[in-house]
């Protein structure tokens, strides 16, 4: 299947429609309109020592964060052959923590200052999230090169200020059966680094959560809004649109204009809660 894929690619100029889901077959075609060949051999492409270096100390903050999930994310799928991976947004690899014999395998495309790149690399789940900005995963023939076709990876993105990508976190795996939970983790390690990074943001701000289930505050499923001193929200996070789909983007609002209660007035309620509990 994936022979005759690439063979057609090669003739016809495009990827069969039967031929993967369609975030495949887009990442397969850009990959060919940009002249990778799909019978070749990718390029490794590395980075300097001192590029690294200058590269890991831009990301600082994400950084710290990314390798406290790296390590939870290592701890849940242990023992499974994985190398976890934390790239910036240009796909450099900047961390990995190696599990079991894979590292063998794969002694050198997975070290920290190599580059992983859809227009290098073809189709991979982390080039794919650095274009799509969404989770992604690639299993075995779906790599639009065949040196990777024993690989399947999983990877998620990390979302800034503005929705801008901050880092990806990927899970790689030499197993040779999809691993649907794993691009699950992985996502959810990857909306925990934003969380983080949102609240580190807006420590002088007021943060709001929000949820329809009480249970659920404080957890990955929380709206979060930073409101400044008087009362004007700063930022919300991704899970805010779900509950406030009519909030405006790019607009300076009031809190009083989305709540029924008033800022003002909210203030002073914790204000006398603080003090009472003190």
């Known amino acids: 299947m994936r022979e005759n894929a690439r063979s057609f690619l090669a003739h016809e100029g495009t990827v069969p ?22 019978f070749g051999h990718p390029e490794q492409i590395q980075i300097s020592a001192t590029a690294l270096k200058n590269r890991r100390e831009e990301k600082g903050l994400v950084r710290r964060q990314a390798k406290l999930e790296m390590k939870n994310l290592h701890r849940q ?38 580059i992983w790149q859809e227009e290098i690399n073809g189709t991979n789940a982390l080039g794919m999230v650095a274009v799509s900005r969404k989770p992604a995963i690639v299993h075995g023939g779906e790599h639009y090169f065949k040196a990777y076709a024993d690989l399947t990876c999983a990877a998620a993105p990390i979302l800034g200020r503005n929705r801008e990508l901050a880092g990806i976190i990927d899970a790689t795996s030499d197993c040779r059966s999809r691993q649907r939970h794993t691009l699950a983790l992985v996502t959810m390690s990857c909306i925990t680094i934003e969380n ?12 709001f959560e929000l949820h329809n289930r009480r249970e659920f505050l404080g957890t990955l499923q929380s709206a ?15 899970r ?16 009083d204009e989305i ?10 309620l914790l204000t006398r809660l603080l003090i009472t509990f003190e």
């Open 196 to 207: 983080g990074l949102f609240r580190d943001r807006h420590k002088d701000n007021s943060i």
């Open 259 to 268: 709540f029924r209660t008033p800022f003002r007035e909210l203030k002073g």
């Open 77 to 114: 799928i242990a023992g499974s052959n994985f190398i976890i991976i934390f790239a910036d947004s240009d796909g450099v690899i900047l961390d990995r923590i190696v599990d079991g014999s894979i590292a063998t395998n794969n002694p050198g495309r997975t070290l920290p200052d190599f």
């Open 240 to 255: 805010a649109r779900l509950y406030l789909p009519d909030l405006p983007v790019g607009v300076k609002i009031h809190f």
């Open 17 to 38: 429609t039967r031929f993967s889901s369609s975030e495949i077959r887009s990442s397969w075609q850009r990959c060919f309109d940009i002249g990778l060949d799909p």
């Open 224 to 238: 979060m809004l930073a409101f400044n001193e008087d009362g004007y929200l700063e930022e919300s996070n991704g």
